[in-house]
């Protein structure tokens, strides 16, 4: 079993670009990452990040690029 890291709120916004307001209201809301909930700490799986980006990585034809950080990194 592999143990994925987690982030939580400030650092993913941080990754991704957003203000943490952004993931807040993404939790209420249902939209967005998957997150944990632990006691009063949110935190997000980097596996449930991942496939986030993955599915919402559009080509300029727009349609879905699956696997898109996998073809990055194996590029790498």
Do not use: C
Request: glycine share 6%.
């Amino acid at each position: 079993m592999t143990i994925d890291r987690y982030y939580n709120t400030k650092q993913l916004a941080d990754i991704l670009g957003f203000a943490p307001k952004t993931l807040s209201n993404q939790r209420v809301l249902g939209t967005g990452i998957p997150f944990i909930k632990m006691g009063n700490a949110v935190r997000y799986k980097s596996s449930d990040i991942e496939t986030y980006i993955e599915e919402n990585t559009y080509d300029h034809n727009g349609m879905v690029k699956v696997n898109s950080i996998r073809e990055v990194e194996e590029v790498k």
